[in-house]
């Protein structure tokens, strides 16, 4: 046994293993072994698109919360009309290392994975919205009690949508006293909801359904508020009274403006005085805007307010319609009298 081991520790096999154990040892301890290296080149490949992907998602933001459109006519880097997200890239590149690196490579065809093209711009802005949306019904949760208010409108595709806000208390503990807390009223747009029957029933029914899909209960419930559509307010077959029907503790509130606009507008249709002078207020802007020219006149004399048209949904806007005239009256008869007294 002694012979046969001695023969062994002194043959190249064994002297050969031996060094390349002690060499992987101290590999191992000084961090350099082949994995090490593979997992260096890994980690440095993972930090890359994390940075980029960091840039990306901030140009989403940027561009979501100005309500800019993202994309263009052409879907190429440096090409006029390819949209403001790309630009925005382009951009970024200018003074951003690693994004005119990224760049580059994508000029070089160093690289065919960008996250640039419209599917990830879409899934970008997909996933920011899905968590802004689980934050405020977190808060929701949170405060229990919640409102909700509701219109409906056709978009450009004439499909009719409806808009669903929440409104809730939203308490925030101040974590240096747990005694102390500050509350504040917060009113949160959540969607946009395909609309396929526009009756009481079928519009209770969706925001019954929506309010699930959300895991807010109908039974905290303490408000909604509608315009004063029939369908709507309806004391019988209403959205509201089919959801007081199920929680009668959520109490209908109409749309208080709009109810205010049209009191207001009903009660000066009545007056004959007050139609025909809108009328005259009326006629007074489409003449002035019905030529440059008399535009132009109109602007020579006028210095501060030029005329506008009359507003059918909006009462209040009309206070800046008569404003040209309540301080400018004397301007715009001038601007008249040249235009009456011009023989071309």
Request: hydrophobic share 40%; glycine share 4%; proline share 2%.
């Amino acid at each position: 046994m002694s012979a046969i081991l001695s023969g062994h520790e002194k043959s190249s096999e064994h002297l050969a293993n031996f060094h390349s154990w002690k060499e992987f040892e101290l590999r191992l301890r000084n961090n350099k072994t082949i994995d090490a290296e593979h997992l260096r080149l890994v980690k440095n490949e993972e930090q890359y698109w994390q940075q980029i992907v960091k840039r990306l998602i901030a140009s989403v933001r940027v561009l979501s919360m100005q309500n800019l459109a993202f994309r263009g006519t052409h879907e190429k880097l440096n090409t006029a009309d390819n949209g403001n997200f790309l630009k925005f890239v382009e951009f970024l590149a200018l003074f951003d290392p690693r994004m005119d690196e990224h760049l580059r490579k994508i000029k070089d065809n160093k690289t065919h994975v960008h996250y640039l093209d419209k599917d990830i711009q879409n899934e970008l802005i997909h996933l920011l919205s899905h968590g802004i949306k689980q934050k405020i019904l977190t808060s929701a949760c949170d405060a229990k009690y919640f409102s909700i208010v509701v219109d409906c409108t056709p978009d450009a595709g004439h499909v009719e949508q409806m808009t669903m806000t929440i409104r809730f208390l939203d308490v925030i503990s101040n974590p240096e006293n747990s005694n102390a807390a500050t509350a504040s009223i917060k009113e949160h747009f959540l969607d946009y909801v395909p609309l396929k029957k526009k009756t009481g029933a079928g519009m209770a029914e969706t925001i019954i359904k929506q309010l699930g899909k959300m895991s807010l209960s109908i039974e905290n419930l303490r408000g909604q508020g509608y315009d004063n559509g029939r369908n709507m307010r309806g004391k019988n077959k209403g959205v509201q009274r089919r959801i007081l029907d199920v929680n009668p503790q959520a109490l209908f509130i109409p749309h208080c403006a709009h109810t205010l606009n049209l009191a207001v507008d009903d009660a000066v249709k009545c007056c004959l005085e007050a139609t025909a002078f809108f009328d005259l207020v009326q006629h007074v802007y489409v003449f002035f805007s019905a030529s440059t020219r008399r535009w132009e006149v109109l602007t020579r004399h006028v210095s501060n307010f030029t005329v506008k048209p009359l507003s059918e949904t909006r009462w209040e806007s009309r206070i800046d319609v008569l404003k040209p005239l309540r301080y400018q009256l004397g301007d715009i008869y001038d601007a008249l009298a040249e235009i009456a007294n011009d023989t071309n």
